[in-house]
């Protein structure tokens, strides 16, 4: 029987199912497991309290990224309630044995760049964390995703999970992207077509021309969104640009196991004519620059477009959830996107803080500077690896020079765990995922983008297209 | 507010009948439910006074203020007296989207809510509710209307909720039906630890984790 890459992932990490009915409960084992410091201290606990011990030390990899600050790191972290967050995650690892990268570690950074970028995400794996944001490891054809502390707890204590198996969903993208759209960009076409609850229940697979053309930077931004789109877990098959990103990261097979890897990681791609629940498609030579103006993700529209007009909307519930992102947004109905002004600029994220985000970003800000109303812009690297890199290619001076604050990593602004934030009614172009009320700061306005979109606004202080300045 | 230890463990779901407060707004995300200041607590008790804050407070709040200093939002539905003590929450549509984040859940049931009932719920957040005993139950969107405005005639509106027999009864004797897979039922009736039932495999687990390590040995190290 043909089968999804889905289907093949699923099978391979079953360990026994529950009922023979094919909606029950099955145990699905975990190859990789990444902790970070909030969603972890209470599986900790419970595993203690339980008399429990980690069932493999060797998947599991730590680093905490949501409190660590992104100024100066020497003195620790003045808020304590953070500070002892991330001394209870150091502390657990230190007492079980596990890998930790450290604050101070020039490995450390967001779990999500942080994973792929040392090779502890390889196709074929299962990959969970306490994080939503975990279907960004789907890139390499990974069965990934997020869980909640208890499941924590349950991987730890016994490397699987009880899961009930999803729909297949197929997101087709053929054609060429244009200059200046990005994977940013088709994410958020992709949710505004199918909603942020239309993924709910299913697994998806992106798969087309336009997705096999994208960087593996990229691949991780689309399927980092597909949890934005309500899918728990995104994937693509395997290809040479997945195997290429591997090729000698400190957690890759070497030598003779490398080459029985790649043969089995080759066969990570859905069978010809296997058979969807759902298909979606899209045209990537239609997807313009997106911008969100609302307090959803499926709130976006494009760069040439208007803030929609609640009074033409049937639906009550709709209409209703309209009104109130546009009070809260601070916008009224049809103006147009390229005059929303900002005055913050967030550049960072597990969805667009990797080393070709900011050379796309630092590419539009090169020789110029930022708008007299941009009361901060700033660049927070996806890890300190990626920030070195930059650093290397000189992409933290054009950002200097430019105005813009050069940070160190974590998590940072897109939910503003740590002391970054936005003020009440503050307007942020970001390129982070959710654009929630509250999510950046509380009374924050965010507009989700692309980095040379946020690049863009910052330097005109308003929305523009990207595709006028290059 | 029901105090909880770290050692928790799952109560074993009894029928009940119980007040109801609704919440008319679809999409709730998690970051809206308990907002991230929140989430830097190491501990999963403590959480229902800052459920809902940015919405239920018009003050800001930050961990270790006293909730009973805060000013309340009096538009905010469940600040009106005759929902105090409600045990279902009614909702909307995507009820939890947004991170994986158990102290949403978490924060429902310190609140005092043992059932939300919706549409429809995001994966992660209806997975984590089963594994504290917090009971997510979907009705179609008819029913659901149909609760919203009883709900708003009626003061005191309750329903009686029957795990076993999977029915939501109204008190007018509309009796609605739902789905639950069988053996999340079977673990909320018994209160049943899931890392208990899945180490009772653990024979299966070390085979398979064999076959694999020779299959695929550099998963391991």
Known sequence: MMQTLYDKLWQGHTVYEESDKPDGMALIYVDRHLVHEVTSPQAFEGLRLSGRKPWRLDAILAVADHNVPTTERSHGIADPVSRLQVDTLDQNCEDLGITEFKMTDSRQGIVHVVGPEQGATLPGMTVVCGDSHTSTHGAFACLAFGIGTSEVEHALATQCLLLKKARAMQILVEGSLGTGVTAKDIALAIIGKIGTAGGNGYAIEFSGNAIRELSMEARMTLCNMAIEGGARAGMIAVDDTTIDYIQGRPFAPRGDLWERATAYWRTLKSDEGASFDRVVTLDASQIKPQVTWGTSPEMVTTIDGRVPDPTEVDDAVKRHDMENALKYMGLTANMPINEIYLDKIFIGSCTNSRIEDLRAAAEVVKGRHIAANIKLAMVVPGSGLVKRQAEEEGLDRAFKDAGFEWREPGCSMCLAMNDDRLSAGERCASTSNRNFEGRQGPGGRTHLVSPAMAAAAAVAGHFVDVREIY | ?221
């Open chain 2, 1 to 221: 507010m029901r105090e909880q230890q770290n050692n928790f463990r799952v109560e074993k779901f009894h029928s009940f009948r119980g007040l109801v407060a609704p919440v008319d707004r679809a999409n709730i995300d998690t970051d809206a439910i308990i907002p991230k200041q929140f989430l830097k607590s190491i501990k999963r008790s403590g959480f229902g006074q800052n459920l809902f804050d940015e919405w239920r407070y018009l003050d800001h709040g930050e961990p270790g203020m006293d909730a009973s200093e805060r000013i309340l939002n009096p538009d905010f539905i469940l600040n009106q007296a005759r929902y105090r003590g409600a045990q279902i929450l009614l909702t909307r549509s995507n009820f939890g989207c947004g991170s994986s984040r158990e102290h949403a859940p978490w924060a429902l049931q310190d609140y005092g809510f043992r059932v939300v009932i919706a549409p429809s719920f995001a994966d992660i957040f209806f997975s984590n509710c089963f594994k504290i005993g917090l009971l997510p139950i979907v009705l179609g969107t008819s029913s659901i209307d149909r609760i919203f405005d009883e709900v708003d005639s009626a003061e005191g509106y309750s329903l009686t909720v029957n795990l076993e027999g999977q029915t939501v009864t109204t008190p007018g004797g509309e009796v609605c039906i739902f789905d639950i897979d069988s053996f999340r039922k079977n673990c909320l009736l018994n209160g049943l630890d899931e890392i208990g039932i899945t180490l009772q495999h653990t024979d299966k687990i070390i085979a398979f984790e064999q076959k694999r390590r020779m299959e695929q040995p550099w998963l391991f190290k």
